[in-house]
């Protein structure tokens, strides 16, 4: 079992910057990939960026360079820096880990953090 606690969402205004946080359960090093999702209204939920480690960092081509994965090793928790925040960015995020589980590979979700970006 892996729980994941989500923080740091808020509101913030158009050109803003925001981190929200997600923190682990387990030692980071035993997740194959850990990342961040987000769904909007109406809308599927889509990823925004994930570590998987060993291989690389992730990113959706909206980021386009405005966001920053990072991690705390120690504190087994991984931060995405979120800047020049837009309206379209507003939605729930939320913190995904992929666990290699036996014979399977199982993904945990946070229960979500909202980001509005308006003014």
């Known amino acids: 079992q892996v729980q994941l606690v989500e923080s740091g969402g808020g509101l913030v205004q158009p050109g803003g910057s925001l981190r929200v946080s997600c923190a682990a359960s387990v030692s980071i090093f035993n997740i194959r990939a850990i990342g961040w999702y987000r769904q909007a209204p109406g809308k599927d939920r889509e990823l925004v960026a994930t570590?998987?480690?060993?291989?690389?960092?992730n990113y959706a081509a909206f980021v386009k360079g405005r966001f920053t994965l990072s991690r705390d090793n120690a504190k087994n928790t991984v931060y995405l820096q979120m800047n020049s925040l837009q309206p379209e960015d507003t939605a729930v995020y939320y913190c995904?880990?992929?666990?290699?589980?036996?014979?399977?590979?199982?993904?945990?979700w946070g229960q979500g953090t909202q980001v509005t970006v308006s003014s």
């Open positions: 995904s880990a992929e666990k290699v589980e036996g014979p399977s590979i199982r993904r945990y």
């Open positions: 570590f998987t480690f060993g291989v690389r960092t």
